[in-house]
């Protein structure tokens, strides 16, 4: 089992209260100047090294993707007649479920209150880079998820690596990678948008750059109701770092409220629409969602189970799809804070996240008569990423890694086929 890393980079982690007295010898221009090119050196490099870290995993898994969407076309359509040609039918593969929303949103603004509870971010940049690419929005849906699942791969790497070891980093990213429903992170969908700009929020937040972290908590607020949760651990690290004290809390402690400012705004905007500001909330309803105790989902997912004509039956068969998974990220997050795996109290601010995200997705299964509860949860539990640097404790584990990869590529390959062909992979 790898050793966890407890020891923090000073930036962000140190008593923020410096000697400010007038004795203080200024600094020479010229050595300020040599101190901030080798800053500037020294972030190049770091964030050089975590991209070409990141770069071999994400070009093989949209390899994979694109040789997936061509076999699952030729399934479906038959020969090309021509490559160039069904290229933009190979992208009308990619137009599945939710994508026809948020395009229909980009196009056409907020004109249902149903379609309310997808939040406005992802539409809005579809609508901003629609005209560069040639008046498509689909195109422009699947760039932004492209480039945004880099820059999410390249964050994550280095959030890890600082904070735990490279290979922790390593084999978090690759993990993720391969999550069952990672192919939504290519999709139409917010997944790598969001986490994207989630991760980049924890990051600076974890380093004590208190308004950058606001600036990505605003806009994941705007990308995602899940997005507000980012509060959580900015509330502990601020603690932290301001030694628990809160006589040493400064103003910068209102870039917290930055972060709420994405969820508020939106919520003004409901109100004005729809006269009701929690209109994105009410729209669940449209799609059988309610509010429930946290354990429902689980035990009715195994009653589901249980009532199908049998264990290989497709009621049975998609259950289980989501409830294995679901379950398997309980015990991680359990795992973060005890056992072998487990982080220190000065790394708590992932657990926190992890542990109260995992709460919000349990309470809002489908609900009714619902024969799939969990329907989703999967691909929500992407945004869990805690869990996945616990995972990658546990790889050091040959037996552990190599299950992983094989079980994981197997049915992330399955699913996407699955989506690709029109089946039923929300």
């Not at 200024?26 to 972030?43: D, N, V």
């Amino acid at each position: 089992m790898d050793t966890l890393d407890t020891k923090h980079i000073s930036q962000g982690t140190t008593n923020p209260q410096r000697d400010t007295s007038l004795s203080e010898t200024p600094t020479p221009p010229a050595i300020e100047r040599e101190q901030q090119t080798t800053r500037l050196q020294t972030f190049v490099q770091k964030w050089s090294r975590a991209t070409l870290s990141i770069l071999p995993i994400y070009v093989a898994l949209h390899i994979g993707f694109f040789l997936t969407t061509c076999l699952s076309f030729l399934f479906t359509h038959g020969d090309f007649d021509g490559f160039w040609v069904k290229f933009h039918e190979l992208a009308n593969a990619w137009h599945r479920w939710d994508t026809g929303h948020y395009m229909s949103i980009a196009q056409h603004g907020y004109t249902d209150a149903f379609r309310s509870a997808f939040f406005p971010l992802y539409p809005l940049l579809i609508r901003a880079l629609t005209p560069l690419t040639n008046h498509n929005p689909l195109y422009a849906a699947l760039l932004i998820s492209d480039i945004a699942g880099f820059f999410m791969l390249v964050v994550l790497y280095q959030l890890v690596r600082e904070d735990f070891s490279e290979e922790r980093a390593n084999r978090t990213v690759l993990y993720l990678s391969l999550f069952p429903t990672a192919f939504f992170f290519a999709a139409g969908y917010t997944e790598s948008l969001f986490l994207c700009l989630t991760l980049a929020g924890f990051y600076n937040i974890r380093r004590g750059n208190w308004w950058i972290a606001g600036i990505f908590g605003f806009f994941a607020c705007l990308t995602r109701s899940a997005g507000v949760f980012l509060l959580l651990p900015f509330a502990y690290e601020y603690l932290r770092q301001h030694e628990w004290n809160l006589g040493h809390i400064r103003f910068d402690v209102v870039s917290g409220g930055v972060i709420a400012a994405g969820t508020g705004i939106y919520a003004l905007y409901c109100y004005y629409k729809f006269h009701d500001v929690l209109a994105f909330s009410h729209a669940q309803a449209y799609w059988n969602h309610s509010l429930q105790v946290p354990w429902y989902g689980v035990v009715n997912s195994i009653k589901a189970i249980n009532t199908s004509s049998g264990l290989v039956s497709f009621q049975s068969m998609r259950n289980m799809l989501d409830l294995i998974p679901d379950l398997i990220m309980l015990i991680l997050i359990v795992l973060l804070f005890v056992g072998p795996a487990k982080f220190p109290r000065s790394l708590w601010s992932y657990g926190i996240y992890a542990a109260f995200l995992y709460i919000f997705l349990q309470v809002f299964p489908v609900g009714g008569t619902g024969l799939f509860p969990l329907q989703s949860v999967s691909r929500y539990l992407l945004e869990l990423f805690p869990a996945f640097i616990v995972l990658a404790a546990f790889g050091k584990y040959r037996m552990v890694h190599m299950n992983y990869l094989v079980i994981s590529g197997a049915l992330l390959f399955f699913l996407l086929t699955q989506f690709l062909t029109g089946h039923w992979v929300l």
